[in-house]
């Protein structure tokens, strides 16, 4: 909001004048507005899961089903970055019952982090398996990773391990904890293994469905 306001007075100062910069600061204005959009997107809709309030649609769903569309957006993330994406998802898993959507929105925000702190040359693995009445689907990638002593802070509202790099991406430093409470909101956990320098596997446990 700073940033939105000291760009508009830049602007009410005479640099209108100036077109090009005119339309740079337009531009950074812009973007300041929809990132704070986003962020308060984010906590409306954090501060319903923390309520129990956010509405959820549950039905049978397929594990390919919320894999497939989130792996093709990845794709188009990374077409212009030096980035392998690997997916390894055996055909005939037992379906969850869940709001599709939700845990759509789950895994793109683990795909999302993945990308962006992975660096170029680096490699993500989507990864599902079946298991003792539970589906797991794990996102690891080869990044920067996350210090011991911040993994049990990395669920928190606007914790970030990389202020700096978050925000150049334009994240919100909510998308983990709204992920938290979706995949417990479907009665599963997010569990996570991360080692500096060789980088983080995030992993979705939920409970399977007794159907197919």
Not at 77 to 86: C, F, G, V
Not at 122 to 143: H, N, P
Not at 148 to 174: H, M, N, P
């Amino acid at each position: 909001l700073t940033a939105i306001q000291g760009f508009a007075e830049t602007l009410l100062g005479g640099a209108l004048e100036d077109a090009e910069n005119g339309r740079r600061f337009l531009e950074i204005i812009r973007n300041h507005a929809a990132r704070l959009g986003r962020v308060t997107d984010d906590l409306l809709k954090l501060s319903q899961a923390e309520a129990g309030k956010l509405e959820l649609e549950f039905r049978a769903v397929t594990v390919e089903e919320v894999i497939e569309t989130c792996v093709e957006t990845t794709r188009l993330k990374i077409a212009d970055k030096d980035m392998a994406l690997m997916v390894d998802c055996p055909p005939g898993l037992p379906c969850v019952l869940g709001d599709a959507r939700r845990l759509q929105e789950v895994l793109q925000n683990l795909l999302d982090n993945a990308v962006q702190y992975t660096p170029a040359g680096g490699r993500i693995t989507v990864q599902a398996t079946a298991g003792d009445r539970q589906i797991a689907i794990a996102v690891a990638d080869t990044g920067i990773g996350i210090p011991k002593a911040e993994q049990g802070r990395i669920f928190e509202r606007f914790y970030r391990v990389d202020a700096a790099r978050s925000r150049e991406a334009g994240g919100t430093g909510l998308g983990l904890s709204i992920a938290k409470h979706l995949v417990e909101a479907h009665g599963g956990r997010i569990e996570i293994e991360s080692e500096v320098g060789r980088g983080s596997t995030f992993k979705v446990v939920l409970p399977a469905g007794r159907f197919h």
